[in-house]
């Protein structure tokens, strides 16, 4: 007992120092001892965590102040003095609303003859009326026709957070159908339950245009896609959970009037579905499929004539396939005297990214696609029947193989006059040459130019053609590229007046390119005012150049 005693006093003795440190205005200090006294056996948990709680709040540490007041309630429930320092913490935040729901709380949990029940309704009753009499329901008094534009406003889960608010709310937002045809439950914090898609299918009364599928609990995803599946006008459809192929095709198969079908990597789809879906969805503009697989080419024929379809994205994990089969990247090659099926294509995208790397040779030809602007490879082998078409508007290869510099079959020369952005990243085959031929030869007007991680590109010779011949580029990104210091960023300063942002992440610049960057960008004789600097990896920047060039108004990614 002796010893407890002399426990209980050390406690006792740091809150009784704390609060003195509290009172002359030392709160640091006053924090320490707080913590100090907690450590002690038989310490006055609550009384301490109250007193810390008070002194975080003077400090304006409120969320600090927020996580000890919450452990006084797990504490002890019925002490109210967890709920008021709770309550009196968020005040001070401005969370007025959620102190009001700690002082409704402390009044359903503390028992009815509580010697201090009367303080915490009385505080409770105050508070209420203040946010009554300022707040005013903006449904009860807009027009019908206001109301609608500014709920126009919200994203799905934030009309879904204002459902909740109140019966009146859920009642108001619930009859206007306009709302919910667009049903998005990629935001949604936990796994979502069929019962809550339905309701939002019914108040669209089934007619929804576009639905994002996602964070479904395992057992609810049959019936959400059934109820997806029965919604006559549904035009956009992305689906991001895990699903038979087979069952996925009998519930979409119908849905006559969708126009864009995203499946993500979670469902494979082998060639002979996609054939399926193109067969059986005539106004398809849009289809990705995030992991594709071959099938026998028997059961591979695309149809003859896709009018609609602008934009194909495939991706595949498997390296190659057997005889007899076609490749799970897959597009149809352009053949004589017959019309081209997929002559209306506008973008393409193709994903290999196997366990083992087999460079991916394409089944078609680009050259043949003539509104084709965006061109996205990941993983794939340019051979010599591959060609760029002269309306290509972007341009993005990563990784991959080539047997030449520019292993592209346009005859030279030729023209790229609309190429605006062109991106290369850990591409082994592009060498300085090969950009010449893009901005000299092909006479591209590139602004965005990404060439990080080119091994073959070296810092002086590569760096001095593109000051000269590519100075009117608004983005740079020269990440990884060897030879890249302080002199070539000096020569960019004084070539590139339109850049606006410079991607220098694990090459060997010092602070002095970033001075050099934010002298250009203050200086009002200078016409370069770059926006944003990536310096990644670079082990000779200092922290205090960053820190210059951040108070300069730039943004520096570090």
């Given at each position: 007992m002796g010893s407890l005693g002399l426990v209980?006093?050390?406690?006792?003795?740091?809150?009784?120092?704390?609060?003195?440190?509290?009172?002359?205005?030392?709160?640091?200090?006053?924090i320490d001892a707080f913590t100090e006294a907690l450590k002690t056996k038989s310490a006055d948990q609550i009384g301490i965590l109250d007193n810390r709680a008070a002194t975080y709040t003077k400090l304006a540490q409120y969320d600090r102040a927020l996580?000890?007041?919450?452990?006084?309630?797990?504490?002890?429930?019925?002490?109210?003095?967890?709920?008021?320092?709770?309550?009196?913490?968020?005040?001070?935040?401005?969370?007025?609303?959620k102190a009001l729901e700690i002082y409704a709380y402390a009044l359903k949990t503390l028992?009815?003859?509580?010697?201090?029940?009367?303080?915490?309704?009385?505080?409770?009753?105050?508070?209420?009326?203040?946010?009554?009499?300022?707040?005013?329901?903006?449904?009860?008094?807009?027009?019908l026709e206001i109301a609608t534009m500014?709920?126009?406003?919200?994203?799905?889960?934030?009309?879904?957070?204002?459902?909740?608010?109140?019966?009146?709310?859920?009642?108001?937002?619930?009859?206007?159908?306009?709302?919910?045809?667009r049903v998005d439950l990629s935001g949604a914090r936990n796994k979502v339950h069929w019962s809550s898609v339905r309701a939002c299918i019914r108040r669209s009364k089934a007619l929804l245009t576009h639905a994002i599928v996602k964070n479904l609990s395992t057992s609810s995803s049959q019936r959400v896609l059934e109820f997806f599946g029965r919604c006559p006008r549904l035009e956009y459809l992305e689906i991001w959970t895990q699903f038979g192929c087979q069952a996925f095709y009998d519930l979409f198969r119908g849905s006559r009037r969708l126009k864009t079908l995203i499946i993500s990597g979670q469902m494979v789809v082998p060639q002979e579905y996609i054939v399926k879906f193109l067969e059986s969805l005539p106004l398809l503009e849009r289809l990705e499929i995030h992991k594709t697989k071959t099938s026998p080419s028997s059961k591979v024929q695309w149809p003859s004539k896709l009018p609609h379809l602008r934009t194909i994205t495939f991706g595949t994990?498997?390296?190659?396939?057997?005889?007899?089969?076609?490749?799970?990247?897959?597009?149809?090659?352009?053949?004589?005297?017959?019309?081209?099926?997929?002559?209306?294509?506008?973008e393409v995208r193709l994903d290999s990214d196997p366990n083992v790397f087999v460079p991916y040779p394409p089944s078609f030809n680009p050259l043949d696609l003539s509104r084709l602007r965006r061109l996205d490879l990941s993983g794939v082998f340019v051979g010599d029947d591959f060609g760029l078409p002269s309306s290509i508007e972007y341009l993005r290869i990563r990784g991959g193989a080539a047997t030449e510099e520019f292993p592209f079959s346009n005859e030279l020369p030729f023209e790229l006059p609309h190429l605006?952005?062109?991106?290369?990243?850990?591409?082994?085959?592009?060498?300085?040459?090969?950009?010449?031929?893009?901005?000299?030869?092909?006479?591209?007007?590139?602004?965005?130019?990404?060439?990080?991680?080119?091994?073959?590109?070296?810092?002086?010779?590569?760096?001095?053609?593109?000051?000269?011949?590519?100075?009117?580029?608004?983005?740079?990104?020269?990440?990884?590229?060897?030879?890249?210091n302080d002199s070539i960023t000096?020569?960019?300063?004084?070539?590139?007046?339109?850049?606006?942002?410079?991607?220098?992440?694990?090459?060997?610049?010092?602070?002095?390119?970033?001075?050099?960057?934010?002298?250009?960008?203050?200086?009002e004789?200078?016409?370069?005012?770059?926006?944003?600097?990536?310096?990644?990896?670079?082990?000779?920047?200092?922290?205090?150049?960053?820190?210059y060039g951040r108070a300069s108004g730039i943004e520096i990614i570090a």
């Open positions: 209980r006093g050390e406690a006792a003795a740091l809150q009784q120092h704390g609060q003195n440190l509290y009172q002359t205005g030392s709160f640091q200090a006053a996580k000890d007041a919450k452990q006084m309630i797990k504490i002890h429930k019925q002490d109210e003095r967890g709920y008021l320092r709770c309550a009196k913490a968020l005040l001070l935040d401005g969370k007025h609303e028992s009815s003859n509580h010697p201090r029940r009367e303080i915490v309704e009385q505080l409770h009753n105050k508070l209420r009326d203040k946010l009554t009499v300022k707040a005013c329901d903006p449904f009860s008094v807009l027009p500014i709920l126009q406003y919200f994203d799905f889960k934030q009309i879904v957070a204002i459902l909740r608010v109140s019966k009146q709310w859920d009642r108001f937002l619930s009859s206007i159908r306009d709302l919910w045809m994990t498997e390296g190659s396939w057997p005889r007899g089969h076609t490749s799970a990247l897959y597009i149809p090659r352009r053949e004589e005297s017959l019309p081209y099926s997929i002559a209306n294509l506008e605006k952005t062109l991106i290369f990243s850990d591409v082994p085959w592009v060498s300085n040459n090969t950009l010449l031929v893009f901005i000299l030869e092909a006479k591209a007007p590139i602004k965005v130019l990404h060439v990080d991680s080119c091994f073959r590109l070296h810092g002086a010779a590569f760096a001095h053609n593109l000051c000269e011949h590519a100075q009117d580029l608004t983005e740079l990104n020269l990440s990884h590229i060897i030879g890249i000096s020569q960019v300063v004084d070539s590139m007046p339109d850049l606006k942002a410079l991607d220098l992440s694990y090459t060997d610049i010092t602070g002095i390119s970033i001075k050099m960057l934010v002298d250009a960008h203050l200086s004789d200078h016409p370069m005012k770059i926006e944003c600097i990536y310096t990644r990896g670079c082990e000779h920047v200092s922290s205090d150049a960053i820190a």
